[in-house]
């Protein structure tokens, strides 16, 4: 005897798993929004509403951020910020994509699976804990490189760490920590580019330089925009680095140098905490600009 199910029946089953997946994928979202507005939302609004206003709680408009500008530090200090974004970023969008296409390349063997490895070891490491590591190799008495240090004239720490040299050296201790886990992402990026596209290129008799440039890098835009809003973001909050520094030379590097150090010195040095969310507010609107720049003209959200 045969048991046949009735259309009706079909459609019930289909129902009830797609209420169960959209419960359980309403779960999901749930728990990061109850996240995001705990520790997003609510001290973001927070550093709104101190921003303008006044010690008091006195709505002061833009006095706060008007303050912060005219501060002898706020110019050279977005400088600084500036010039390092500019060094950190083209480093990482250049060198980034360029090591995940080689080991792409070497995918097949296990040369490439060691390199991915050893690219993401200092992932592991948190920022102060990386600095510190940098702090012994800057410093030509201890430095496991002090030869070649020497052999760039640098005989001392205060010569490598000379206020000429930070957004270089800020860029590579970034570059250090940071672009493992960036190399993972668009080597996986390469993985999901289809095959039949791949083929059709090596068939029309594309070269390595050809395949990379005409038809990887295009179809990866997304992922690299993607990698330059978060590390714009991160990078503008510049901190850990020139703070811990300044604390190892004795205010070589400056305790201002950046526009996060500025708005610290202004909450617990000068005790003005609405000025320091003034700043924080101002990066936050930068940061938020800039991104919705790079949306807006590299087609993100478009389909393909």
């Excluded at 526009?259 to 609107?285: C, K, R, T």
Aim: proline share 4%; net charge positive; no cysteine.
């Amino acid at each position: 005897m045969t048991v046949t199910h009735s259309p009706v029946s079909s459609v019930r089953r289909r129902s009830q798993g797609a209420r169960r997946q959209r419960r359980a994928g309403t779960a999901f979202v749930a728990a990061y929004v109850v996240l995001l507005i705990a520790f997003g939302v609510v001290p973001t609004a927070y550093a709104v509403y101190f921003a303008f206003s006044n010690a008091q709680g006195a709505f002061t408009g833009f006095d706060n951020f008007v303050t912060t500008m005219q501060d002898f530090r706020f110019v050279p200090a977005l400088g600084h910020v500036g010039l390092y974004l500019l060094f950190w970023l083209v480093s990482l969008v250049v060198i980034v994509v360029g090591l995940a296409l080689m080991l792409h390349r070497l995918a097949s063997g296990g040369a490439g699976k060691a390199l991915r490895f050893l690219f993401y070891i200092p992932g592991a490491l948190a920022g102060a804990a990386s600095v510190l590591v940098w702090l012994f190799v800057l410093d030509p008495t201890v430095s496991p490189v002090s030869s070649l240090l020497g052999a760039l004239g640098y005989n001392t720490f205060g010569e490598v760490i000379a206020p000429g040299h930070l957004p270089l050296l800020f860029t590579i201790i970034a570059f250090w920590t940071g672009a493992g886990g960036w190399i993972v992402v668009i080597y996986g990026a390469l993985n999901n580019i289809p095959k039949d596209v791949m083929e059709a290129a090596r068939i029309d008799g594309a070269g390595a330089w050809q395949t990379a440039w005409r038809v990887q890098i295009p179809m990866l835009r997304k992922w690299i925009v993607y990698m330059v809003i978060l590390a714009f973001a991160g990078g503008a909050q510049l901190f850990v680095e020139p703070q811990l520094l300044s604390l190892a030379s004795v205010g070589v590097a400056g305790r201002d140098y950046s526009l996060n150090q500025l708005s610290y010195d202004f909450a617990f040095q000068m005790n003005n905490i609405n000025g320091a969310a003034a700043v924080s507010v101002e990066l936050l609107v930068v940061s938020l600009s800039a991104a919705a720049l790079f949306v807006a003209r590299s087609g993100f959200f478009d389909a393909e």
